[in-house]
């Protein structure tokens, strides 16, 4: 065993933003274990370097102190994130108390060695010393809230980003209270709206400024104070640098997916990597994640209602797109408890447009709702039968808006000015966002008209010689433009209605919703699709915001509607070879559960691990990584003799639960995937047709994901062995595809 003052430690002064030994454990307890703790470091020493550690909480006081080994370095081979575990030795009294604690708090700290954090890469425990390492300085103290750093003391650091706290924003970080009225959210891409019922009869509640929405858009103004809605639309086109829109697209998302890398430099702010990896957004040398944009915006529409009423809100019924996954949904509850609101039910837009289409009318028909707003589309069929409302097919994309006709214009206004001028468009960003203004206003124009002039003035100079857009738009080219958008609209229709083995004829009404399906050519089309004109039944902009209220007035009510929604996308698990394999299908009504029993596959074998996708495609990587459930501790026996009982459970909210549970000894892990981890580890390992990763890890849970990791705490998180593979964890991979063949056959 180390000893604690060991000649010539290195010492290691980590100060961390947490007040209490609780709040660290709820916080960062994925990180550490009885024996040792992960830290992510810009430079590590070598596996057998001892190290003194003293961590301190926010106040100064001592959290943990102890003399420590560092057992093994990862991201050092260009695969993963630099970091180091060490393995703590000697402890100060009051150390080994806290860590008797964390014990008792997480399961996964019974671990004698320090974790290996998903996605930071394989451990490596055998790096030898540089030949020349710098001199390091006798104790290093790292800036609060970030990882811990060992620099040499002769490199300038580059100033770090600094991950924004959700109290700096004045952000609800409580549970919110479950009392008071409960108001309608309809929380859009490109506006969002709050409604209320009044004398039984629904009704949106103006903002501040008098207009029925507020739009979805935060900024720091030229003095550097923040504000949303209106006064942040406002100064678009004076600082988009500092405007953030959109966020819808993007909220649940990983920063490293396909998708976001290909829509991120389509915006005018700067989308960056959060702390866990999701997606976030950069202003000035601050990170906000996506849950903290979307909670101010919520946070606003929430004071609306109040000044409105008259009386303080903490209850929402807040909607989603239909084909959110299970990410995306969970981020949007994380968003409405930090704006202060209690959720008590999320859901889906062209649900809630059906309610305000029919509630009350006492119908019986089949009607399909196309939602086409500022950045998602959907379709969903419904059967209304009086007060039931049951959801039978749904689809959409999620990347699919007025926000892609509005791309498609400025494209070709930039490839005129090109043609015209013989020089290419070389303005700034606020040139740019004027073009986009203008490109908004002359589509919403062309509605009414046949053509319109597009001119913005001095758009940019070309040597010394300012110039200016000018182009004459007409409604054959902008039908010519976006066609293929609204082509990509109808044949999600067609989808949808195939699911089911449904026709256009099939369909009484369809109900247009989301201020895009103002279009023309979405009339034209849909009218051509269908056979029939939509229903002009529903207001476009208010009608999700109607129904979210009307389903927040029924509740507890004993003759409230009855709503019975679909799974909008497959869950199930990744099978090696990379293929995807559904447990739970497309369009299952809700809530779903479904149970399969497994057994071990090798003698002695102690730990069963299963990795959940949510998606359509065949194959795992391209659809959305949700977590990876491990079972571990359990009982050495032979091959067969332990039962394992796995349970997928989706509410009605389309929230997934995974539960795992051994017969014998009752051992059970619940999972809700709450933590979004960065999949790719996970989705290359799946690749490899016959090997799985030799030691599975949990999710890395760091301070700027507070709320997320304290979820996470209740679930197991694995045990990670002490060496390298060897040939038992070459049998534990055969065992873990045996029983994954078991369960789901070769196919």
Same mark, same amino acid.
């Given at each position: 065993?180390?000893?604690?003052?060991?000649?010539?430690?290195?010492?290691?002064?980590?100060?961390?933003?947490?007040?209490?030994?609780?709040?660290?454990?709820?916080?960062?307890?994925?990180?550490?274990?009885?024996?040792?703790?992960?830290?992510?470091?810009?430079?590590?020493?070598?596996?057998?370097?001892?190290?003194?550690?003293?961590?301190?909480?926010?106040?100064?006081?001592?959290?943990?102190?102890?003399?420590?080994?560092?057992?093994?370095?990862?991201?050092?081979?260009?695969?993963?994130?630099?970091?180091?575990?060490?393995?703590?030795?000697?402890?100060?009294?009051?150390?080994?108390?806290?860590?008797?604690?964390?014990?008792?708090?997480?399961?996964?700290?019974?671990?004698?060695?320090?974790?290996?954090?998903?996605?930071?890469?394989?451990?490596?425990?055998?790096?030898?010393?540089?030949?020349?390492?710098?001199?390091?300085?006798?104790? *290093?103290?790292?800036?609060?809230?970030?990882?811990?750093?060992?620099?040499? %003391?002769?490199?300038?650091?580059?100033?770090?980003?600094?991950?924004? $706290?959700?109290?700096?924003?004045?952000?609800?970080?409580?549970?919110?209270?479950?009392?008071?009225?409960?108001?309608?959210?309809?929380?859009?891409?490109?506006?969002?709206?709050?409604?209320?019922?009044?004398?039984?009869?629904?009704?949106?509640?103006?903002?501040?400024?008098?207009?029925?929405?507020?739009?979805?858009?935060?900024?720091?103004?030229?003095?550097?104070?923040?504000?949303?809605?209106?006064?942040?639309? !406002?100064?678009?086109?004076?600082?988009?640098?500092?405007? @953030?829109?959109?966020?819808?697209?993007?909220?649940?998302?990983?920063?490293?997916?396909?998708?976001?890398?290909?829509?991120?430099?389509?915006?005018?702010?700067?989308?960056?990597?959060?702390?866990?990896?999701?997606?976030?957004?950069?202003?000035?040398?601050?990170?906000?994640?996506?849950?903290?944009?979307?909670?101010?915006?919520?946070?606003?529409?929430?004071?609306?209602?109040?000044?409105?009423?008259?009386?303080?809100?903490?209850?929402?019924?807040?909607?989603?797109?239909?084909?959110?996954?299970?990410?995306?949904?969970?981020?949007?509850?994380?968003?409405?408890?930090?704006?202060?609101?209690? *959720?008590?039910?999320?859901?889906?837009?062209?649900?809630?447009?059906?309610?305000?289409? !029919?509630?009350?009318? #006492?119908?019986?028909?089949?009607?399909? @709702?196309?939602?086409?707003?500022?950045?998602?589309?959907?379709?969903?069929?419904?059967?209304?039968?009086?007060? @039931?409302?049951?959801?039978?097919?749904? !689809?959409?994309?999620?990347?699919?808006?007025?926000?892609?006709?509005?791309?498609?214009?400025?494209?070709?206004?930039?490839?005129?000015?090109?043609?015209?001028?013989?020089?290419?468009?070389?303005?700034?960003?606020?040139?740019?966002?004027?073009?986009?203004?203008?490109?908004?206003?002359? #589509?919403?124009?062309?509605?009414?008209?046949?053509?319109?002039?597009?001119?913005?003035?001095?758009?940019?100079?070309?040597?010394?010689?300012?110039?200016?857009?000018?182009?004459?738009?007409?409604?054959?080219?902008?039908?010519?433009?976006?066609?293929?958008?609204?082509?990509?609209?109808?044949?999600?229709?067609?989808?949808?209605?195939?699911?089911?083995?449904?026709? %256009?004829?099939?369909?009484?009404?369809?109900?247009?919703?989301?201020?895009?399906?103002?279009?023309?050519?979405?009339?034209?089309?849909?009218?051509?699709?269908?056979?029939?004109?939509?229903?002009?039944? /529903?207001?476009?902009?208010?009608?999700?915001?109607?129904?979210?209220?009307?389903?927040?007035?029924?509740?507890?009510?004993?003759?409230?509607?009855?709503?019975?929604?679909?799974?909008?996308?497959?869950?199930?698990? !990744?099978?090696?070879?990379?293929?995807?394999?559904?447990?739970?299908?497309?369009?299952?009504?809700?809530?779903?559960?479904?149970?399969?029993?497994?057994?071990?596959?090798?003698?002695?074998? $102690?730990?069963?691990?299963?990795?959940?996708?949510?998606?359509?495609?065949?194959?795992?990587?391209?659809?959305?990584?949700?977590?990876?459930?491990?079972?571990?501790?359990?009982?050495?026996?032979?091959?067969?003799?332990?039962?394992?009982? *796995?349970?997928?459970?989706?509410?009605?909210?389309?929230?997934?639960?995974?539960?795992?549970?051994?017969?014998?000894?009752?051992?059970?892990?619940? +999972?809700?995937?709450?933590?979004?981890?960065?999949?790719?580890?996970?989705?290359?390992?799946?690749?490899?047709?016959?090997?799985?990763?030799?030691?599975?890890?949990?999710? *890395?849970?760091? %301070?700027?994901?507070?709320?997320?990791?304290?979820?996470?705490?209740?679930? +197991?998180?694995?045990? /990670?062995?002490?060496?390298?593979?060897?040939?038992?964890?070459?049998?534990?991979?055969?065992?873990?595809?045996?029983?994954?063949?078991?369960?789901?056959?070769?196919?």
């Amino acid at each position: 065993m180390a000893e604690l003052n060991q000649a010539g430690a290195v010492g290691l002064v980590v100060k961390l933003p947490f007040a209490t030994p609780e709040e660290f454990l709820a916080k960062y307890g994925g990180n550490i274990t009885r024996g040792g703790i992960y830290l992510r470091a810009k430079a590590v020493r070598p596996p057998g370097t001892a190290v003194t550690l003293d961590l301190r909480l926010a106040s100064g006081d001592r959290l943990l102190y102890t003399a420590a080994i560092v057992h093994f370095v990862t991201g050092q081979q260009g695969q993963g994130i630099s970091g180091m575990g060490l393995k703590f030795g000697e402890a100060d009294p009051p150390t080994r108390r806290f860590l008797d604690a964390a014990v008792a708090i997480l399961p996964h700290a019974q671990s004698d060695v320090p974790p290996v954090p998903n996605g930071v890469g394989p451990p490596d425990f055998t790096v030898p010393a540089p030949a020349a390492a710098p001199a390091l300085p006798p104790t *290093v103290a790292a800036d609060p809230g970030a990882p811990a750093r060992m620099d040499a %003391p002769a490199a300038a650091p580059a100033p770090a980003l600094e991950m924004v $706290t959700d109290a700096s924003l004045g952000l609800n970080i409580e549970e919110p209270p479950r009392t008071g009225p409960v108001i309608g959210i309809d929380l859009g891409t490109t506006n969002s709206c709050a409604a209320f019922v009044r004398g039984n009869k629904p009704g949106v509640l103006p903002s501040r400024e008098g207009h029925n929405t507020v739009p979805s858009i935060l900024a720091f103004n030229q003095r550097g104070k923040l504000v949303v809605g209106h006064p942040a639309k !406002g100064q678009m086109l004076t600082n988009p640098r500092q405007t @953030v829109y959109g966020a819808k697209r993007l909220v649940g998302r990983p920063y490293a997916s396909p998708i976001v890398g290909q829509i991120k430099g389509r915006f005018h702010y700067e989308i960056a990597a959060g702390q866990n990896g999701e997606a976030a957004v950069r202003l000035g040398d601050r990170i906000y994640s996506l849950q903290q944009i979307s909670a101010l915006i919520l946070r606003e529409v929430r004071e609306v209602a109040q000044n409105q009423l008259g009386q303080p809100i903490s209850r929402a019924v807040i909607t989603v797109p239909a084909y959110y996954n299970d990410n995306q949904r969970h981020a949007v509850r994380e968003a409405g408890k930090l704006a202060g609101l209690y *959720v008590e039910r999320i859901l889906n837009e062209p649900t809630a447009a059906a309610l305000a289409y !029919g509630y009350g009318k #006492k119908l019986n028909q089949r009607v399909l @709702v196309y939602d086409l707003g500022g950045g998602t589309f959907d379709a969903s069929v419904l059967e209304l039968n009086d007060t @039931v409302y049951e959801v039978i097919s749904t !689809g959409g994309d999620t990347f699919l808006g007025g926000i892609d006709f509005d791309n498609a214009i400025v494209e070709y206004l930039l490839q005129e000015f090109e043609r015209q001028t013989g020089r290419a468009f070389q303005g700034d960003r606020v040139a740019l966002q004027r073009i986009n203004d203008a490109a908004e206003r002359a #589509k919403c124009a062309l509605s009414e008209r046949s053509e319109m002039r597009v001119h913005v003035a001095f758009i940019t100079m070309i040597d010394n010689k300012p110039y200016d857009l000018d182009v004459t738009l007409t409604r054959q080219k902008l039908i010519a433009l976006t066609e293929g958008l609204v082509d990509r609209t109808v044949q999600v229709c067609e989808e949808v209605l195939q699911a089911k083995g449904l026709k %256009p004829q099939d369909i009484d009404e369809v109900i247009l919703v989301g201020g895009q399906s103002r279009f023309p050519l979405v009339h034209e089309k849909i009218t051509k699709f269908f056979g029939q004109p939509p229903s002009k039944g /529903v207001h476009p902009d208010e009608a999700v915001a109607l129904g979210a209220a009307l389903l927040a007035h029924s509740l507890g009510q004993l003759e409230g509607v009855v709503l019975i929604d679909v799974l909008p996308m497959a869950i199930g698990v !990744g099978l090696p070879g990379g293929r995807f394999k559904p447990v739970l299908e497309r369009n299952v009504s809700l809530p779903a559960v479904k149970s399969y029993t497994l057994s071990t596959h090798r003698d002695g074998q $102690t730990e069963l691990e299963l990795t959940v996708f949510q998606g359509d495609s065949e194959r795992a990587q391209d659809n959305e990584y949700l977590g990876t459930l491990r079972l571990a501790g359990l009982p050495k026996k032979p091959r067969g003799a332990v039962q394992v009982t *796995v349970t997928f459970e989706v509410n009605n909210e389309s929230l997934l639960k995974v539960t795992a549970k051994e017969g014998t000894t009752g051992r059970e892990v619940v +999972s809700t995937f709450t933590t979004r981890d960065t999949p790719e580890a996970v989705k290359a390992r799946l690749a490899q047709e016959e090997s799985v990763a030799a030691a599975p890890v949990p999710p *890395v849970v760091t %301070p700027g994901n507070a709320v997320a990791a304290a979820r996470r705490v209740a679930a +197991s998180v694995p045990v /990670v062995p002490e060496a390298a593979p060897d040939a038992a964890v070459v049998s534990k991979q055969k065992g873990f595809m045996g029983w994954l063949k078991g369960l789901f056959g070769r196919a």
